[in-house]
T-cell receptor, first 113, second 115 residues
Framework: NAGVTQTPKFQVLKTGQSMTLQCAQD?????MYWYRQDPGMGLRLIYY???????DKGEVPNGYNVSRLNKREFSLRLESAAPSQTSVYFC????????????FGSGTRLTVV | AQSVTQLDSQVPVFEEAPVELRCNYS??????LFWYVQYPNQGLQLLLK??????LVKGINGFEAEFNKSQTSFHLRKPSVHISDTAEYFC?????????????FGTGTRLKVLA
């Protein structure tokens, strides 16, 4: 099915470990986004990529890096995980000039102990 | 800067009763507005959107919302809810003039439909 695929779905890390969250879309969308969702705080934008080859910081970029590998893939890396990064992470995509709304992945639930 | 406020963190309502979920936004320029629904352990799905034109917009699953520019509101309504509507609902706003297509989300309203 067309859409946004995120891997892994669940992950437990120890403080200081690193990991990469993967996201891929097959809708030929230009723009991709990473959000984190925390109870009572809604979704907050971490990084986004308006088009292939560009990335920009969102509201809460500290502690994260991203790579727009190609038009389909947009990865989020935690270099040294901290308990404050325990969250549910969502990837989304949208077409340029397209206000039909984001298409979201199903999320990655990350716990840092 | 733009912002979105969802004042109600939780809304309990009995099945077949009407419901209104409130959303207010703050922006000095024109905005586009969205409502998303998130069922447990799932991603977000678009319910409806307001871009321009008629201020009353209809979405999926019998939901509708009304854009009120003077009150800077975009409240979501359903005349008769079902158990299956139990979910978290997010209001979101974006500024088309920014060209970035970034959305700002509210903190969410958890709708609990009671039998």
């Amino acid at each position: 099915n067309a859409g946004v695929t995120q891997t892994p779905k669940f992950q437990v890390l120890k403080t200081g470990q690193s990991m990469t969250l993967q996201c891929a879309q097959d809708m030929n969308h230009n723009s991709m986004y990473w959000y984190r969702q925390d109870p009572g705080m809604g979704l907050r934008l971490i990084y986004y990529s308006a088009s292939e080859g560009t990335t920009d910081k969102g509201e809460v970029p500290n502690g994260y890096n991203v790579s727009r590998l190609n038009k389909r893939e947009f990865s989020l890396r935690l270099e040294s995980a901290a308990p404050s990064q325990t969250s549910v992470y969502f990837c989304a995509s949208s077409g340029t000039g397209d206000y039909y709304g984001y298409t979201f992945g199903s999320g990655t639930r990350l716990t840092v102990v | 800067a733009q912002s979105v406020t969802q004042l109600d963190s939780q809304v309990p309502v009995f099945e077949e009763a009407p419901v209104e979920l409130r959303c207010n936004y703050s922006s000095s320029v024109s905005v586009y507005l969205f409502w998303y629904v998130q069922y447990p352990n799932q991603g977000l799905q678009l319910l409806l959107k307001y871009l321009s034109g008629s201020t009353l917009v209809k979405g999926i699953n019998g939901f509708e919302a009304e854009f009120n520019k003077s009150q800077t509101s975009f409240h979501l309504r359903k005349p008769s809810v079902h158990i299956s509507d139990t979910a978290e609902y997010f209001c979101a706003v974006t500024m088309p003039s920014s060209g970035t297509y970034k959305y700002i989300f509210g903190t969410g309203t958890r709708l609990k439909v009671l039998a």
